[in-house]
C-alpha cells in the first residue's frame, strides 16, 4: 500500500492520522485469514502476514492492461474513465462487489492510475463515526478517489454522513457542544467513491443507487489464472512451464489472490526441495503438502463439506450451527468458503438450511447413504 500516493489539501504528502494504520492493519488482518486458509504444513515455515502483504503489492497490477480476464468490466470502465477525462469531470462514484480475491482492489488502484490521480484506502469497519471519515474527505484533491473497502459494514451514521458527500460534494461538520454547538457547511473536492464489497445484498438501497456504475467481479476461467500464473512468475523471476502452470490455476478456486498464494508457495518449495525448477510432479507435490485438493479447496473447505456431511447428515443445516461445530465466524464460511462450494455444486442453499450434493460425498470418497 505504501506505492499509493496520500496527499492532503495543500498538495503535500500526508496519511490521515491513526487511518493509514489502522487500515493497514485491517489488511494484514485480511491477509491473515488468507493465509489461514492455506494451512500450515508440519515443519514448514509459511511466509508471515508482512511479507505476504508486500508480495501482494508486488503481484498486483498496476495499469488496465495487466488486468487478466473481466474484459466486459474492463470495456464499460474504460468508455466511463474516457468520457469523464474528456468532459473534464471526475469519475462518477463506482460499486464492485464480488467474492473476496477476485480483483476489487486491484480495480480501485489501477483505476486512479489510469485517472492520473491519487487514492486515498479506507475500510468500512475501520470506520465507526462520521468523524473517522473526515480527515479522508477533507483530504480529497479535485477528482481524486476515495475507496473503502467492506463498505457494508459501514454503522448507518457513516452511510448517511456519505449520502450528501457523495451527492453535493459537501459535509457539515459540528464544531462544539452542547448550546455553544455551531454547524460548519463545508465543500469538498468533486471525487470518485470506490467502495467494494463482498455482500452486495446487504447494501442499503440508498447508498446503492448513488453508485452510477455498478460492477459485479465473476469467477476466473482456467486459462485466465493460467496466465496470472505465468505473468507473475515472470515478476518473481522463475520459470513455470504450462503443465505446472496450469496445475496450479486448477487448484486456486477460481480466484486470482489463491493463485498467487499457491504459486508463491509452489516457488518456495521448489527452492528448497527441488533446485527451483518448477516441475508438475513438484507443483502437485507442494500443493499436496499443504492440503490443497484437486479441486483447489483446503483444509478449511473440506472441514466445512466434513461438518455438514458427518455431523449433519448432509444437512439441512443452519450457517451458525455449522459455524458453532467448526469454531468459526460465520462471515469467515459465507465470505471466504461458501461462494466457492456453492459455484462448484459441492452444496446447496435451501430456505431450510445448507445441505451437501451428492458430488459432495463423491469428493470425500464418502458414500451419501441416500
Ligand atoms: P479483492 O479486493 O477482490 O479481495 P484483490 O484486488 O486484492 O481482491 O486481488 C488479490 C490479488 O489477486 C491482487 O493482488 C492481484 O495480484 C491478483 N488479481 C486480482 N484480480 C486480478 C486480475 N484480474 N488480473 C491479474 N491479477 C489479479
Not at 477533507?138 to 475507496?147: D, P, W
Not at 508438475?280 to 507435490?285: I, K, M, N, P, S
Request: aromatic letters at 6%.
Amino acid at each position: 500500500m505504501e506505492q499509493f500516493r496520500h496527499t492532503d489539501v495543500t498538495g503535500q504528502r500526508a496519511n490521515p492520522p491513526n487511518v493509514f494504520n489502522q487500515d493497514k492493519a485491517d489488511h494484514v488482518a485480511r491477509e491473515a485469514i488468507y493465509q489461514s486458509s492455506d494451512p500450515e504444513p508440519e515443519g514448514v515455515l509459511v511466509a508471515e502476514p508482512e511479507r505476504q502483504k508486500d508480495q501482494d503489492v508486488r503481484l498486483r497490477p498496476r495499469r488496465m492492461t495487466e488486468i487478466v480476464g473481466q474484459s466486459d468490466v474492463i470495456e464499460r470502465l474504460q468508455i466511463a474513465i474516457d468520457a469523464a477525462r474528456k468532459r473534464g469531470e471526475p469519475l462518477g462514484h463506482i460499486l464492485f462487489d464480488g467474492p473476496p480475491g477476485l480483483g476489487k482492489t486491484t480495480f480501485a488502484t489501477v483505476i486512479p492510475e489510469e485517472m492520473g490521480t491519487t487514492v486515498q484506502m479506507a475500510n468500512g469497519a475501520a470506520l465507526r463515526a462520521p468523524k473517522d471519515l473526515i480527515p479522508y474527505l477533507t483530504n480529497l484533491e479535485q477528482g481524486s478517489v476515495l475507496f473503502i473497502d467492506e463498505i457494508h459494514r459501514l454503522p448507518k451514521s457513516v452511510e448517511e454522513y456519505l449520502y450528501t458527500a457523495m451527492e453535493d460534494f459537501r459535509i457539515d461538520i459540528v464544531l462544539g457542544e452542547g448550546v455553544s454547538a455551531r454547524t460548519l457547511n463545508l465543500d469538498l473536492r468533486p471525487f470518485t467513491l470506490i467502495g467494494a464489497t463482498t455482500r452486495a445484498g446487504m447494501l442499503s438501497g440508498p447508498l446503492r443507487d448513488r453508485f452510477q456504475i455498478r460492477e459485479h467481479l465473476g469467477w476466473y476461467t482456467l486459462a485466465e489464472l493460467c496466465e496470472i500464473v505465468q505473468r507473475n512468475a515472470l515478476k518473481l523471476q522463475v520459470e513455470v512451464a504450462s503443465d505446472p502452470a496450469t496445475e496450479i490455476a486448477r487448484r486456486s478456486r477460481s480466484t486470482p489472490r489463491l493463485a498467487n498464494n499457491r504459486l508463491l508457495w509452489v516457488r518456495d518449495y521448489a527452492q528448497s526441495r527441488a533446485s527451483g525448477n518448477i516441475s508438475l510432479e513438484v507443483a502437485t507435490a507442494a500443493l499436496q503438502m499443504i492440503g490443497i485438493d484437486t479441486l483447489g479447496l483446503d483444509k478449511q473447505d473440506r472441514r466445512y463439506l466434513d461438518t455438514l456431511t458427518r455431523i449433519f447428515a448432509g444437512g439441512p443445516a443452519g450457517l451458525e450451527a455449522i459455524a458453532h461445530t467448526m469454531n468459526v465466524s460465520s462471515d469467515t464460511l459465507e465470505d471466504e468458503v461458501e461462494p466457492f462450494l456453492l459455484r462448484s455444486e459441492l452444496i446447496l442453499r435451501t430456505s431450510r438450511g445448507r445441505m451437501a450434493t451428492d458430488k459432495a460425498y463423491r469428493h470425500l470418497g464418502l458414500n451419501s447413504g441416500k
